[in-house]
């Protein structure tokens, strides 16, 4: 049985994607950010970072970091082909995948939604959302050329959580002026990744009736 926190279209939706995707008993707590909910005391007791998600397994062992718990519910479900084998030729670019998307794209991400939690003051956080814009733009631009040459994956042929990642990060782009999906091969995988029964019923349950 896992328990999994979460908020609405955040960091979570890879996760819960999964959790629909593998099948296992679990149950869902809404700490929604939007209310503040990840800054109370009784949710910083199992998430002293206050962010979410975060994954309780095993009767109450506690992990958070998107990633680690990606790869923890990949590595625990094999069968559910999230990740490639660890002697898998596909391995190494799985692994880069996972870390560009979290400590790269996300933290671009990051600096668009949050400025305010890097810089002071109204101007200066409007220059660091425009660079964190740019800098995203830029990156998915660059994805999309890896996909046209190596796709429709990110790993090629086969699909695995680092897709998942990508889709979800390309949600957050929503509201940008070239969000994620004007780049036709994200495009394409965008569509293949919402036609997965789990990240579909996870876009419904989160409450995500646009999906980009
Ligand atoms: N590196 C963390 C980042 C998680 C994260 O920043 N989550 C956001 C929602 S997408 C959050 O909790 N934001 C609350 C805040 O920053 O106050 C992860 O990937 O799990």
């Not at 975060?54 to 559910?80: C, N, Q, V, W």
């Not at 671009?108 to 800098?135: F, N």
């Amino acid at each position: 049985m896992y328990t999994l926190y979460w908020s609405p279209a955040s960091a979570n939706m890879t996760p819960h994607a999964m959790l629909e995707d593998i099948g296992v008993p679990y149950e869902l707590v809404k700490v929604d950010t939007s209310k503040r909910e990840h800054r109370k005391p009784d949710y910083l007791k199992i998430n002293p970072h206050a962010r979410v998600p975060t994954l309780i397994y095993d009767g109450g062992k506690i992990l958070y970091e998107t990633t680690a718990i990606a790869m923890f519910l990949a590595e625990r479900h094999p069968a559910s082909g999230f990740a490639p084998n660890t002697d898998s030729p596909d391995r190494p670019l799985f692994l880069q995948w996972m870390a560009y998307l979290t400590n790269t794209l996300q933290i671009a991400l990051m600096h668009w939604w949050h400025p305010e939690h890097v810089i002071d003051g109204t101007d200066r956080q409007a220059e660091l959302k425009a660079k964190a814009e740019q800098r995203a733009v830029g990156m998915f631009r660059f994805l999309d050329e890896h996909l046209a040459k190596s796709g429709p994956y990110l790993c090629g042929q086969t699909f695995y959580v680092c897709d998942y990642y990508a889709a979800m990060l390309a949600q957050w782009t929503e509201f940008m002026a070239k969000p994620a999906h004007a780049n036709p091969n994200v495009n394409t995988l965008i569509r293949m990744i919402m036609q997965r029964p789990g990240y579909a019923r996870m876009l419904k349950a989160e409450g995500i009736e646009q999906p980009v």
